[in-house]
């Protein structure tokens, strides 16, 4: 059980499962679900329409896909939220060091996004480099602070990866329901 905590994956791979479609899309069902659960409930029983003579019933309760929906976007949102409040900041904000470099930033956010333990190694490695006025290497740098803030917080992104999964298979769950129901459907 410990080596699979321990292989939970990394932060940056869990960024791909926070930047996908489907889970930014997923939102919408957080706010549909309850509105229309909330006005179905006020009619009681099936809805009967007349229209010329003929008596039309509709059954208003809330489909199971609904709500399976609701619950998949529940825990996507409780995923989202891990990721946000516990991805390092340095994995949030680049995809890898060009786009570090691309969006202009410096030796100073470099520094903001290093780990207590690495701040300490970045400023001795500045204080040996300083008098012979060479520069750090940056790209260097960045890699190491992303690998090593990449796999941290391992409970964390337990968490964050038991949610998505939780997410993605009741999706999976209402899509295989709908094969199934379309192949029975099928007259061969």
Not at 22 to 48: D, N
Not at 96 to 112: A, Q, V
Not at 113 to 139: F, G, H
Request: some cysteine; aromatic content about 16%.
């Amino acid at each position: 059980m410990l080596e699979l905590i321990k292989s939970a994956p990394t932060w940056s791979t869990l960024k791909k499962a926070e930047s996908n479609k489907i889970v930014q899309s997923m939102h919408i069902w957080l706010i549909i679900v309850p509105i229309l659960a909330k006005t179905m409930s006020t009619f009681e029983g099936p809805l009967k329409i007349y229209i010329s003579e003929n008596m039309y019933v509709f059954d208003i309760s809330l489909p199971f896909t609904w709500v399976v929906f609701f619950i998949s976007a529940l825990f996507f949102t409780f995923a989202n939220l891990t990721f946000i409040m516990f991805s390092p900041d340095i994995i949030k904000d680049n995809q890898d060091f060009s786009d570090f470099d691309r969006s202009g930033k410096d030796e100073g956010h470099l520094e903001i996004y290093l780990s207590t333990s690495m701040r300490q190694k970045w400023r001795s490695e500045l204080l040996k480099l300083a008098p012979n006025k060479l520069k750090v290497d940056i790209k260097e740098w960045f890699w190491k602070a992303y690998k090593d803030q990449d796999s941290s917080l391992v409970t964390a992104r337990c968490f964050c990866l038991a949610f998505y999964s939780i997410g993605f298979l009741s999706i999976l769950g209402v899509g295989l329901e709908n094969i199934w129901w379309v192949l029975q459907q099928i007259n061969f």
